[in-house]
């Protein structure tokens, strides 16, 4: 009978097989993290899409609004007195361009709304106060 010998494999050959696993490895990680990075990115378009989508919404809610005053006659009517459009019996009010200002505690103004009441005196004070001074 006849024995084989066996030569025992190199080094080298162990080492390159390693070496082949290693890369392997790495490019399955280089590939992993390169899909995580574009998962992050897809997910932050998708966020910035949704904010520009709730942006336009509400922009479609003000301009359902804004259509639904325009279709009001009543609306319409006021805007067009602005232009000197209402009806022949309005005569229209400008004030001139080179007009003072309004004072401060002008009627309507936010002085005369917001300012507190003055309480009222009786005549018989208002009297009383002249004739003996007060």
Not at 103 to 122: E, F, H
């Given at each position: 009978?006849?024995?084989?010998?066996?030569?025992?494999?190199?080094?080298?050959?162990?080492?390159?097989?390693?070496?082949?696993?290693?890369?392997?490895?790495?490019?399955?990680i280089i590939?992993?993290?390169?899909?995580?990075?574009?998962?992050?990115?897809?997910?932050?378009?998708?966020?910035?899409?949704?904010?520009?989508?709730?942006?336009?919404?509400?922009?479609?809610?003000?301009?359902?609004?804004?259509?639904?005053?325009?279709?009001?006659?009543?609306?319409?009517?006021?805007?067009?007195?602005?232009?000197?459009?209402?009806?022949?019996?309005?005569?229209?009010?400008?004030?001139?361009?080179?007009?003072?200002?309004?004072?401060?505690?002008?009627?309507?103004?936010?002085?005369?709304?917001?300012?507190p009441d003055?309480?009222?005196?009786?005549p018989l004070?208002?009297?009383?106060?002249?004739?003996?001074?007060?």
């Amino acid at each position: 009978m006849r024995v084989m010998i066996r030569r025992r494999t190199s080094t080298t050959r162990g080492a390159l097989v390693l070496l082949g696993q290693v890369v392997v490895a790495l490019l399955f990680i280089i590939e992993f993290a390169r899909n995580l990075i574009g998962v992050i990115q897809v997910n932050t378009q998708v966020a910035q899409l949704r904010e520009e989508t709730a942006a336009l919404q509400r922009r479609a809610d003000a301009l359902k609004i804004e259509r639904v005053l325009l279709d009001d006659a009543a609306f319409l009517e006021l805007v067009a007195r602005g232009y000197s459009l209402g009806s022949t019996v309005e005569r229209p009010f400008v004030l001139a361009a080179d007009a003072p200002p309004l004072t401060d505690d002008a009627p309507g103004s936010a002085a005369r709304r917001v300012a507190p009441d003055v309480p009222a005196r009786s005549p018989l004070d208002a009297w009383l106060e002249l004739l003996l001074g007060g």
